[in-house]
């Protein structure tokens, strides 16, 4: 099973990319919204990887976060929803926007991807409403928004997030608050604002 790759970014088209090993380029597909986010060709990228085995096609999805890839690989397991619906879902809502629409019994927001009727969206509803939670991913999370970090980042980043608690949010939405926010050099009061900004505070 092929899980992450790191490598250079060659090429993106669509919603397909091309990223370059030291003897092996892998072409992979990926949800739009994280498309967006990637940066230009010619920079070093890590993306977690799904292997897809179909008859005899191979093809491999791929994703930022491996919270991401967690919600495609139980998206897939749905009945009517194959990689590619998964991948418009994803393309659509973020994890945290999915789990809750589930959890709400939201069809008509899922039923807004492509190629996801309102029946579909039901039976996924009805399928992953007690395999999921809002606090899903967490820790996967976590370890996204701390890596790379040095430690007075991370210092600074861990008080914000306490003061968020304190506040009245969950340990689930701070980190969600928390993550792109710059910390470089910056006080945790700065930190904190940027992030209620954010939240909508």
Do not use: H
């Not at 993306?47 to 791929?62: A, D, H, K, P």
């Not at 190629?115 to 039901?122: E, N, R, V, Y």
């Amino acid at each position: 099973m092929i899980s992450m790759i790191r490598g250079i970014l060659s090429r993106i088209e669509n919603n397909l990319i091309e990223i370059e090993t030291e003897t092996v380029g892998f072409e992979i597909l990926m949800p739009l919204s994280d498309i967006e986010k990637l940066p230009a060709p010619g920079s070093t990228v890590r993306i977690y990887t799904y292997l897809n085995v179909r008859e005899e096609e191979l093809s491999l999805f791929g994703f930022l976060t491996r919270d991401e890839k967690d919600l495609f690989t139980r998206l897939i397991t749905v009945s009517g929803i194959g990689p590619k619906g998964a991948l418009g879902i994803l393309s659509v809502m973020s994890p945290p926007d999915l789990r809750f629409a589930i959890l709400a019994g939201d069809a008509k927001a899922i039923a807004k991807a492509p190629g996801i009727g309102q029946k579909t969206a039901q039976r996924l509803i009805i399928e992953l409403k007690d395999k999921v939670s809002l606090d899903d991913g967490l820790a996967s999370l976590a370890e996204d928004f701390t890596e790379g970090r040095t430690p007075e980042d991370q210092s600074a980043r861990s008080e914000a997030a306490a003061a968020l608690t304190v506040l009245g949010y969950s340990s689930s939405e701070a980190l969600q608050a928390l993550n792109g926010v710059e910390t470089e050099g910056r006080s945790v009061e700065d930190i904190l604002k940027d992030a209620l900004k954010k939240l909508g505070r």
